[in-house]
């Protein structure tokens, strides 16, 4: 959403409460999963540290990019799909716009699941999450977020503050707990350091990279919901200091679990794996503090995501890029028709999880792989921007440097995403993608433009049909695998 359309009701997000919303969003349910989400693709310590300094770098450089752009093209707000479709034309821009879009509803699919099976355990009746109370309940919960966005994104992101600071709070306590307690020891950390031999490290690298996108998933929040930023230069600034400290606690958390308790026995924990080693080393209270804090975490990263996911289609559409439905707002400033839409997204997909008993992994894989696309074009626009740009922007040589390096990085790490992300989650991605043609062809219609600008648009619109149409059928044979 640009600046000049914003009203009061609008303004209100400054450094504070940016930061905030990036450490909430994104400090979801990665942090207490995904060192078992790693062990159990095969990967052991050496495989493990790699995956996470791959993530560091390139999810560091894609943050620069983000900065630069803020920086150089301020008036991109909304950036991350924004930058798709200032570089790459509007068919581009729209298709970044709507993986972002179905990427972070699937969020809180995930996260209503995951939210339950730790509330199970201090209420069994909840299972594993997915059960008919959970998905009840959690319908529940779903709409009562939306009713609190309604009031105004501002003051939902205050709580969003609450929320964030409760969660740190119980992972700090798993850090001092681990220390205190002497629990980590150095030979578990060491054994079996690059595996058996039975898988290729190789393949243990790559199967890190879906937890560690998945981890960081919401870092680009503050970027997302720039327009409505006091001050444009605190965007950039909210973004480097989220994901630094961000990058220090996963690490941190990472070493511990993996010095704590061995690889092959952590594969087998239960969700959400830490609960289980620090019941290992100090205890069943250790598993009831950790499912608290999973529990305060995703409290508020539902919150975050609820904000985002709904003002991803209405900021797409005040662009132009989403048909005008989504556009309409309340007195409050708040999305209503977009949030109404993607709750009722989200409710359906909560249905189709009770009947096919899916898990919370395979909706955060299947997120995964939506948010790799918009991910890519950013790092590729950062790029394309510095080659184009003639010193009318960027005008000192080491600004020019930084963009270069950051911008290559960037994309290079956003094609390593999406080859590592495997073929089958590609291929589910088609399903999802295609759809969104239909939205595009509405909003091209409604602003009396030609469908497609340029042939190879089309060309890549018939593969996505084609290429969706496969994937349904083999997923439908059972010969897609996920």
Not at 1 to 15: C, E, V, Y
Not at 170 to 177: N, R, T
Not at 222 to 234: I, M, P, Q, Y
Not at 405 to 417: C, D, N, Q
Request: glycine content about 12%.
């Amino acid at each position: 959403m640009s600046n000049n359309t914003q009203t009061g009701a609008d303004k209100g997000l400054g450094f504070n409460k940016l930061v905030a919303m990036i450490i909430g969003s994104t400090l979801g349910s990665g942090i207490f999963t995904v060192s078992g989400d790693m062990a159990a693709s095969g990967a052991h310590t050496g495989a493990i540290l790699i995956g996470w300094a791959i993530a560091g770098v390139g999810m560091f450089a894609l943050m620069m990019c983000f900065f630069g752009l803020n920086k150089f093209r301020p008036e991109l707000t909304n950036g991350i799909y924004s930058y798709a479709s200032e570089g790459f034309g509007s068919f581009m821009g729209f298709n970044s716009a709507w993986g972002y879009w179905i990427s972070a509803l699937l969020c809180n699919v995930s996260y209503v699941c995951l939210l339950f099976g730790a509330l199970g355990y201090f209420l069994p009746a909840f299972g594993a999450g997915n059960n008919l109370l959970s998905i009840v309940v959690g319908s529940v919960f779903l709409w009562a977020m939306a009713a609190l966005v309604m009031g105004g994104v501002s003051n939902a992101a205050f709580l969003n503050i609450i929320t964030t600071v409760a969660k740190v709070l119980p992972l700090l306590v798993f850090i001092i707990a681990i220390i205190v307690f002497r629990a980590f020891d150095a030979s578990i950390f060491m054994e079996n350091f690059w595996g058996t031999g039975e898988v290729a490290l190789s393949d243990q690298i790559m199967g890190t990279t879906s937890a560690t996108v998945w981890s960081f998933i919401g870092v680009e929040g503050a970027v997302v919901l720039s327009g409505r930023a006091n001050k444009s230069s605190d965007v950039g600034k909210a973004s480097i200091t989220g994901f630094l400290c961000l990058l220090a606690l996963y690490v941190l958390i990472a070493v511990l679990t993996v010095g704590t308790v061995p690889i092959e026995q952590l594969a087998t924990l239960d969700t959400p794996q830490l609960a289980g080693v620090l019941e290992y080393a100090v205890g069943p209270w250790g598993a009831a503090l950790v499912n608290l804090g999973v529990v305060l975490s995703l409290l508020g990263a539902f919150l975050g995501w609820t904000i985002i996911a709904a003002d991803c289609p209405y900021s797409a559409a005040q662009q132009g890029v989403f048909t005008k439905f989504f556009a309409k707002a309340n007195s409050h400033g708040a999305p209503v028709s977009s949030l109404i839409i993607t709750n009722g997204i989200v409710q359906a997909f909560l249905i189709v999880m009770y009947f096919n008993e899916s898990t919370y992994q395979l909706f955060y894989g299947i997120s995964t792989v939506m948010i790799m696309l918009p991910y890519l074009f950013s790092g590729a626009y950062y790029l394309k921007f510095a080659i184009q740009d003639k010193g009318e922007l960027i005008k000192t040589g080491s600004d020019k440097t930084k963009a270069y390096i950051f911008g290559f990085i960037g994309t290079i790490y956003g094609i390593w995403m999406l080859y590592s992300s495997g073929l089958d989650y590609l291929l589910v991605s088609t399903i999802l993608y295609a759809p969104g043609l239909i939205i595009f062809a509405i909003g091209k219609k409604e602003k009396g433009e030609k469908l497609f600008e340029k042939t190879y648009e089309l060309v890549i619109a018939v593969i996505l049909v084609i290429l969706a149409v496969y994937s349904l059928v083999q997923l439908v044979q059972g010969n897609i695998q996920l």
